[in-house]
């Protein structure tokens, strides 16, 4: 039976794997999901699937395939360890159903690995919003009393002239004057996004102008993009914004760094989980520096506001980056192990009716 593949489209709108096989194995078609995660479609062979995987792989695939072919029904195994003739795994769930009106087998293949990334992005959401509402309940309590000790210093200010007491009352106005405004900045939520289209790359030139503007002599600032990375929604002033707070925050961290450098890098993902969501397409930005790291004890807590790993730091810039990207549906993490750090910003690609895109 011919298989009309347009039918199959919406097929293609799935994160999952999805491939169908004749009886005797061959494959029929594959969709996005598939082809991306490196399953082959060949007019020009025969294209047995086994023809993909190691010799063990083969034997326990076909076995399986076979099982399912024979009772004309639908069977799960959980993860199955796929092993391609590269010697390359993965571990999968993989579903095979009998389609009676196709005349074919239809694989579904769900890698682990992301429902292991679902979960873990899911926990660093949910992390990073209590830590966002603690921060601003606490912020809100701080305000009161810290208008309080500013007026009081202001009065006794105009009460005392010498300048003794004028310089140690000048020091507590101005830092409260200090505290006001980062409280005010924890309390501020962040701005409402102007929506449309944008470049992703043209925002990106504007954050490396303003960084190489501020570059220390000695600092090595290169990007490396990826030009088939559609345009993104959102609002550009603000994407702006939060990608140079994580250019600062590098740049700050390379001071002491013998050849310092800095990278920014955009590439393209597939099936990556955004704050516990599945995407089959997402923009990924990277900022990337060699210099002193985070100390691991801090791991969890480099998102809340006022924390920062630099000693005079006001620990703000990485808390307003990531509520910009928040209301943009992205999300941002980070590695940072041997002298190299990684801050990744994932945006999902979405034309303007909201679905997404496929690169």
Not at 297 to 326: H, Y
Request: proline content about 3%; charged content about 25%; glycine content about 4%.
């Amino acid at each position: 039976m011919m298989i009309d593949k347009s039918k199959l489209s919406f097929l293609n709108q799935l994160s999952s794997e999805i491939v169908l096989l004749d009886k005797s194995f061959k494959i029929l078609w594959l969709n996005e999901s598939a082809l991306n995660k490196g399953w082959v479609l060949n007019k020009n062979a025969e294209n047995v699937i086994t023809d993909q995987f190691s010799e063990e792989t083969q034997k326990s695939l076909v076995s399986f395939l076979k099982k399912t072919l024979n009772s004309q029904g639908s069977k799960t195994k959980r993860e199955f360890e796929l092993t391609t003739a590269a010697k390359t795994k993965r571990i999968i769930d993989l579903t095979v159903s009998w389609s009676n009106e196709y005349e074919a087998l239809i694989l579904e293949i769900l890698c682990t690995d992301n429902l292991n990334k679902i979960i873990d992005s899911t926990k660093t959401f949910s992390t990073q919003k209590i830590a966002a509402n603690l921060a601003r309940t606490l912020a809100h309590e701080v305000k009161n009393p810290l208008a309080g000790i500013k007026g009081s210093a202001q009065i006794l200010n105009k009460k005392f002239n010498d300048s003794h007491s004028q310089k140690f009352l000048r020091i507590i106005i101005n830092e409260t004057e200090r505290l006001n405004q980062i409280v005010t900045k924890i309390l501020t939520p962040p701005s409402k996004p102007s929506i449309e289209s944008f470049n992703i790359h043209s925002a990106l030139e504007k954050v490396y102008a303003l960084s190489d503007a501020e570059n220390q002599d000695d600092l090595e600032l290169k990007r490396d993009y990826d030009p088939s990375i559609p345009e993104i929604n959102g609002d550009e002033n603000l994407f702006v914004q939060a990608i140079l707070n994580l250019v600062k925050n590098a740049q700050q961290a390379t001071e002491n760094t013998k050849n310092p450098k800095i990278k920014i890098r955009s590439r393209i993902k597939y099936s990556h989980p955004i704050n516990g969501v599945l995407h089959s397409t997402v923009c990924c930005i990277e900022i990337i520096d060699n210099g002193c790291g985070i100390p691991k004890e801090m791991n969890d807590q480099i998102f809340f506001p006022t924390v920062s790993v630099k000693e005079n730091g006001s620990g703000l810039g990485l808390t307003i980056a990531q509520d910009i990207i928040r209301v943009h549906g992205g999300s941002i993490s980070f590695t940072s192990i041997d002298g190299k750090t990684i801050f990744s910003v994932n945006m999902p690609l979405k034309n303007i009716k909201g679905e997404e895109k496929i690169a």
